[in-house]
């Protein structure tokens, strides 16, 4: 799979999740996937799509009578991407920032925390 960098907007990020769940599905499956979530018309989801093709997010399979589209971007790494990007911009790269930002400002529940501490618990181990 593809992953070299792409910017993907919000909303294009509607639709490579939908792909990531369930690959090879055509625009008409992708609308209906998103008719429940959303409330864009199908010209707007086909835009989205062709510009997901056109960044290179997307593939296409043009085998039968109907394209079918999948991801060319490996989701882990995509996510992982995004997630140093996003921790870069908002906490000058500061993992630790963050995460004491979460607890200090009480948007961590009690059992999230707990959690946390499990997952930095086990890296210890490793």
Same mark, same amino acid.
């Given at each position: *799979?593809?992953?070299?960098?792409?910017?993907?907007?919000?909303?294009?990020?509607?639709?490579?999740?939908?792909?990531?769940?369930?690959?090879?599905?055509?625009?008409?499956? @992708? @609308?209906?996937?998103?008719?429940?979530?959303?409330?864009?018309?199908?010209?707007?989801?086909?835009?989205? @799509?062709?510009?997901?093709?056109?960044?290179?997010?997307?593939?296409?399979?043009?085998? #039968?009578?109907?394209?079918?589209?999948?991801?060319?971007?490996?989701?882990?790494?995509?996510?992982?991407?995004?997630?140093? !990007?996003?921790?870069?911009?908002?906490?000058? #790269?500061?993992?630790?920032? *963050?995460?004491?930002?979460?607890?200090?400002?009480?948007?961590? !529940?009690?059992?999230?925390?707990?959690?946390?501490?499990?997952?930095?618990?086990? #890296?210890?181990?490793?």
């Amino acid at each position: *799979m593809n992953n070299k960098k792409c910017k993907i907007s919000d909303a294009e990020w509607l639709v490579i999740k939908i792909l990531w769940k369930e690959p090879q599905l055509t625009s008409t499956q @992708i @609308i209906e996937n998103l008719s429940s979530k959303t409330d864009w018309k199908p010209k707007t989801i086909h835009s989205l @799509i062709n510009r997901l093709v056109n960044k290179g997010a997307l593939g296409v399979n043009k085998e #039968g009578p109907q394209f079918k589209f999948y991801p060319l971007l490996n989701k882990n790494d995509y996510v992982m991407e995004e997630t140093k !990007s996003f921790i870069k911009k908002v906490y000058d #790269g500061s993992v630790n920032l *963050m995460i004491s930002n979460f607890i200090n400002n009480k948007s961590l !529940s009690k059992n999230e925390i707990e959690e946390l501490q499990r997952l930095l618990d086990e #890296g210890m181990k490793k």
